[in-house]
């Protein structure tokens, strides 16, 4: 054995190896802890110019060949620069703090490298990911007869809940049918009913899925940012009017704009009398089902033929940890496929028990040991508490927000978002556009915090998500306070030009 072959071999993990296994992940844990101890803001606002060749620089084929160095370049490539979710002024996205008991979970699985797809590379990760699917499947209320899979992410898991609806629709038109129609004429009489504020995986997943462009139809919501139940109900006689099939009604439980959550029992009453596909989006309003305060807030979510949930937004986990969850475990069917070396056949007549058959994935980590952990040492309770502080905490910037002259904001959040805009005074409205844009951007490039933004009805609005339980209304108001700043400097900066600029 040459000496390349037994130097690369002493850094596989295995029994030989677990003095150095030790030894480099302690290296790797007290950088990240140093770094994330010495972060005093959120980013440092660096750019992707000044970043990009930085790590174009860096010859892979020329390995450092020393722990240190690796973590060395890794802190200049990566870890100086990288956003902290965990600062109480990062303010942006749905991206949460996460929970010590999971970071166990993740050094955990990464080791072990169990892979979820069947049994014999799994064994009691198996029965783990099924249990916390019939736990939350519990939670939900979906019956004895439900089942899931973990996903990468909301996404995905929409994904598979369309694939799931378009084959059940597709078996009513075919089954009814007198003769049996072509499979493409029948998918391009499919269609899927959301809301405005629905999440834009809904119409990738209609593409991804064969749809015709039009397929998904999107609905108005209220002065609360809800879908409009009558508009609803409209869109479905009209398509069947039309010769249409709607093969799926997607309803929010958070919507990722407004954190609203659509009236489910209304949408389940119509999707019921329809005979139509109910899958509830509640990637972001999971987390009520474990809330000591606001689990009726979900009330008409356990109708649902199939549910998101992402317990990577606000059950705190790391990315990624997600599933999909169905009333009706057979309809799983749909991601099967039997393959002799893997899955044959002949392991269900066995009664062995394989994700991959209900899974789009075959390779997959076993993200659920960090909930299984989460669960396990902190409990139930102790993450809908943590939940409740930021939608308290929402609510406060809401009330901060509204009593500010400086501001606007829109309608209230049902769990821990807040829309706002600045608006300086007399301004046109393109201004206070270009105004709000600047500062989000002179925010970010100062590093001192992080907000996110939309559009509402047209015009650039700001927005805060609020998922760490370590921000306070003071955080808050100094984030609001920067961002006036900025959007007055610039209000002002604009008015002197156009003051300035000649006529004619």
């Known amino acids: 054995m040459s000496s390349i072959d037994t130097a690369a071999r002493a850094h596989l993990f295995n029994a030989g190896s677990l003095g150095r296994y030790r030894d480099v992940l302690a290296r790797g844990v007290d950088r990240v802890a140093r770094r994330v101890g010495a972060a005093d803001r959120p980013f440092t606002g660096v750019t992707p110019e000044a970043l990009a060749p930085v790590v174009g620089a860096i010859d892979l084929d020329r390995p450092l060949g020393d722990t240190d160095a690796a973590l060395d370049e890794l802190h200049d490539v990566w870890l100086r620069d990288a956003v902290y979710f965990h600062h109480p002024r990062y303010l942006a996205h749905l991206n949460c703090p996460v929970v010590i008991p999971a970071l166990l979970g993740e050094a955990v699985l990464s080791a072990v490298n169990s892979s979820l797809d069947t049994w014999d590379q799994s064994v009691g990760a198996t029965l783990m990911e099924r249990r916390l699917i019939e736990w939350t499947a519990g939670r939900i209320g979906l019956g004895a007869t439900a089942d899931g899979v973990f996903t990468s992410g909301g996404t995905q898991s929409n994904l598979q809940a369309m694939l799931l609806a378009r084959e059940e629709a597709y078996r009513r038109v075919v089954g009814g049918a007198a003769a049996r129609p072509a499979r493409p004429e029948v998918l391009a009489r499919l269609r899927v009913v959301t809301s405005a504020a629905g999440h834009f995986s809904v119409q990738k997943a209609a593409k991804l899925l064969g749809l015709s462009a039009d397929a998904v139809l999107t609905v108005p919501t209220d002065a609360d940012r809800r879908m409009r139940t009558d508009e609803l109900a409209r869109t479905i006689d009209r398509c069947r009017r039309d010769g249409q099939v709607v093969m799926a009604v997607v309803a929010t439980a958070g919507t990722t704009d407004f954190g609203t959550i659509d009236p489910l029992p209304e949408i389940a009453d119509i999707c019921t009398a329809a005979g139509v596909w109910m899958h509830v989006d509640a990637a ?41 969850l169905v009333r009706d475990g057979r309809v799983l069917r749909h991601a099967t496929w039997h393959a002799d070396y893997l899955n044959p056949a002949r392991a269900v007549e066995q009664g062995i028990p394989n994700q991959v058959d209900k899974s789009i994935q075959t390779t997959r980590r076993f993200d659920a040991c960090k909930l299984w952990l989460t669960l396990r040492i902190m409990g139930p309770d102790a993450v809908g508490a943590l939940f409740d502080q930021v939608v308290d905490l929402a609510a406060e910037a809401w009330r901060l927000f509204d009593a500010d002259p400086r501001f606007e904001v829109a309608a209230p959040s049902q ?25 989000r951007e002179a925010l970010a490039a100062s590093g001192a915090a992080l907000v996110a933004g939309t559009k509402v009805d047209g015009a650039h609005w700001l927005k805060l998500t609020l998922l760490n339980p370590e921000t306070t209304v003071d955080d808050i108001a100094h984030v609001r306070d920067l961002i006036a700043d900025h959007a007055a400097w610039y209000a002002r900066t604009a008015a002197t030009a156009e003051l300035s600029c000649p006529v004619g």
């Not at 821990?416 to 709000?436: C, K, Q, Y």
């Open 415 to 439: 769990l821990s978002t807040v829309v706002f805009r600045h608006l300086p005074p007399g301004a046109d409205p393109n201004l206070v556009d270009e105004a709000n844009l600047h500062a």
């Open 284 to 324: 972001y309003g999971c987390g009520l089902l474990v809330s000591p305060t606001r689990r009726h807030l979900l009330d008409g979510i356990e109708r649902a033929a199939s549910v998101t949930v992402d317990y990577h937004k606000s059950f705190f986990q790391p990315v990624s940890s997600s599933a999909l």
